[in-house]
């Protein structure tokens, strides 16, 4: 789901990054001026779950009989745990670590990255749909319904507006409808898998920890030292194995693409923009493309130092 700078014109690169400015602008006033969780849930919280998230993304997983793999996106959960705003948030920064550390997704596309990824599914598809199915009701399968429903959902929002943003962008030769017929259905299938896995962890953090999911009614209490230290290393594992156990195949994006265009590379553009932007991200990205063994673990790291900086900044103001 991840956007090269290859698809994206700079007049739809330019109007994305600031929607998804003023959305990061509006997150951290609402949650600094709205949420009284900010100092006992959040700050502790939001490091954390990015860490984990980051981690879960390097495993792509083999979509049986396509030839494609996907990964999670995350925002559902980040949004059950964290509320959507903070969600929103913390998925941003593990969007940017991903960008500017290892050059997965474009310098130019980061604020359809956001958008597509982030704001549809904390913003959108969790107060939508997972918000209205769970309400008032403690059911474990209306959970897991709720869970996979808008998992599915905003997976299929962001392949849409994934051919939506490179339809209006028109530097590329991908036909809209044929494109849209290879993202559709490849991303549901993903967003089944997510679902699943989304599914299994909210069922157990509910058994567990309750008090820990954002809609919950149970008494709010400051995450104990164990259940953050058992998240951290828990990242670092998944990170660390990433490598070795994850599909080759490609993501869902790259795939669509290949079928698409029959095989047919996409050239490159030759605005300023793109090459300004080229030259910016192969400054920034000491590990392009997680060549690095240690990679996993950067990234962990990495997104842990910018989730608690953020969560801490939230706190002040």
């Known amino acids: 789901m991840h956007l090269s700078d290859t698809l994206i014109s700079p007049a739809v690169a330019v109007a994305t990054s600031i929607v998804a400015a003023a959305l990061v602008v509006v997150a951290t006033r609402k949650i600094g001026r709205e949420n009284s969780r900010a100092t006992t849930h959040l700050v502790p919280l939001m490091g954390v779950m990015g860490a984990l998230i980051f981690a879960a993304q390097m495993l792509n997983f083999a979509i049986p009989a396509t030839g494609s793999s996907g990964h999670i996106v995350g925002g559902v959960l980040l949004a059950a745990v964290l509320g959507e705003w903070a969600g929103f948030l913390t998925l941003t920064s593990v969007i940017i670590v991903q960008c500017l550390l290892f050059a997965d997704g474009g310098l130019m596309t980061l604020g359809c990255n956001v958008l597509n990824m982030a704001a549809l599914s904390c913003l959108v598809a969790y107060p939508l749909i997972f918000k209205p199915l769970i309400h008032n009701r403690n059911s474990p399968s209306r959970w897991a319904a709720a869970s996979i429903a808008t998992s ?166």
């Open 152 to 317: 599915i959902t905003a997976l299929a929002m962001g392949a849409l507006a994934v051919t939506i943003e490179t339809e209006l962008s028109g530097i590329t030769a991908l036909p809209y409808g044929r494109f849209l017929s290879f993202m559709l259905p490849i991303h549901l299938l993903i967003g089944v898998g997510e679902g699943l896995a989304t599914a299994a962890v909210i069922a157990s953090l509910r058994r567990y920890r309750p008090d820990l999911l954002f809609d919950s009614t149970e008494p709010t209490a400051r995450p104990r030292t164990q259940f953050i230290a058992i998240t951290v290393v828990a990242a670092l594992l998944v990170a660390s194995v990433a490598g070795t156990v994850a599909s080759s195949r490609p993501d869902g994006l790259e795939w669509s693409i290949e079928r698409t265009t029959a095989g047919v590379e996409i050239a490159e553009s030759q605005s300023p923009l793109h090459h300004r932007a080229a030259r910016i991200q192969r400054t920034t990205a000491l590990l392009p493309d997680y060549e690095a063994s240690m990679a996993g673990l950067v990234g962990v790291g990495a997104t842990l130092v910018v989730g608690y900086g953020l969560s801490l900044l939230i706190r002040r103001r």
